[in-house]
């Protein structure tokens, strides 16, 4: 019995998606809820697994070809899943040899006796990892998701992103005359809807931004003076600067609501509630997920849904209700170093703070010269909104929830 392969239902907000790899071959044997196959659409990465043991007997949609909701991308022919595929493979006409295996079939005798569950052996196949490389930690030697991401976190060889949007896309190599070489790939669909995005905020928004810098140091001394009981109480939960950000930038979105509201049309929304989206770096592009209620949450919530996020992104598994939404959005450019920036606005917010590195300066305390670790802070906002008045007060707020954190609590 054969069984369509549908694609999913994709929700209003996304009018279509594009194939962007298929983990499968015709003639391949597949399990019931093996993944098969991924579709990239504007926001986020759907995964479509097998519905039925057996063999794929057709691939309908190709890696690059757009589908729309529910449609025919491919077939499975019912039936044992042990199938195996070079047999089905050989009825082919021209192909009396069977196919090569793979040199990472073979490597080791490791490599054939470790199992390994689907999402590690999906990591190893996107960064060009080896089986025998990795330790396995689970049952009998399995290999798991964690054992693959520890592994890369170690410094194990990974493919570059180029290289990864190359396997995910199809490529076009060429030399030119003087014997240098170019590679030109398809832009994936999230980066492009992000550009899109991008261009239109600076185009559209009469945005401007404002710079003020923080001292560190308390919130400093606070991380080292309770991280290793922060953490032991919130079951590894690491208590990092991003927390304190978030419940300092909630705290003067409440003062200043106009920072907090978005421009829909002609009309002025007003939100009675602090939804703060987080931007998120993603193999295929930046991505922003939302924190949800946030002004409920404590810090150690705030730290382990940031984390969590974080993963998702990186996994490409963030679903499109999480990252819909936000009144409000914090980037933090300086995990990568950066100093000083202009952060482009997230429409139809009209606000967003960017973080930057933590650096050592001298600055005058009290007459006298001190050493302190400081940051920049930017406040980019939509002029026809937010006033120089407000944006201006709504940093140094910031700035002054951070450097005497006790205001957090005592709410002042």
Known sequence: MTIEIKAPTLPESVPDGTIATWYKSEGDSVSRD???????????????????DGVLKEIIKNV?????????????????????????????PGESEPEPVSEKATSSDDADSAPVSPAA???????????????????????????????????????????????DSPAVSSTSAEGRREERVPMTRLRAKVAERLLQATQTTAMLTTFNEVNMKPVMDIRSKYKEEFEKAHDGVRLGFMS??????????????????????????????????????????????VLRN??????????????TYGEKARDGKLAIEEMTGGTFTI??????????????????????????????????????????????????????????????????????????????????
Request: include cysteine; glycine fraction near 8%.
């Open 121 to 167: 052996k999906k990591l190893i196949d996107e960064n060009n990892l080896t089986l025998a490389s990795i330790e396995g930690t689970g049952k009998d030697g399995r290999v798991t998701k964690e054992d693959v991401v520890n592994h890369l976190e170690k410094g194990g060889s990974a493919a570059s992103t180029s290289s990864k949007q190359s396997t």
């Open 331 to 412: 980037s933090n450019g300086g995990v990568f170093g950066s100093l000083l920036s202009t952060p482009i606005l997230n429409p139809p917010q009209t606000a967003i703070l960017g973080m930057h590195k933590i650096q050592e300066r001298p600055m005058a305390v009290d007459g006298e010269v001190v050493v302190l670790p400081m940051m920049y802070l930017a406040l980019s906002y939509d002029h026809r909104m937010i006033d120089g008045k407000e944006a201006v007060q709504f940093l140094v707020t910031v700035k002054e929830l951070l450097e005497d954190p006790t205001r957090l609590l005592l709410e002042i």
């Open 244 to 289: 304190f950000f978030v419940r300092a930038c909630i705290e003067a979105l409440k003062r200043y609501p106009a920072v907090n509201a978005s421009i829909d049309g002609n009309d002025v929304v007003y939100h009675g509630y602090q939804d703060i989206g987080v931007a998120v770096s993603s193999p295929r592009g930046l991505v922003v997920p």
């Open 64 to 92: 690059g070809d757009t589908i729309v909701s529910n449609e025919a991308i491919g077939s499975v022919e019912a039936g044992e899943a042990q199938a195996k595929s070079a047999p089905a493979k050989s009825e082919k």
């Open 294 to 307: 946030a002004d409920n949450m404590g810090l150690a919530q705030i730290e382990q849904e940031i984390r």
């Open 34 to 52: 093996e993944l098969l196959v991924d579709i990239e659409t504007d926001k986020v990465v759907i995964e479509v697994v097998s519905p039925t």
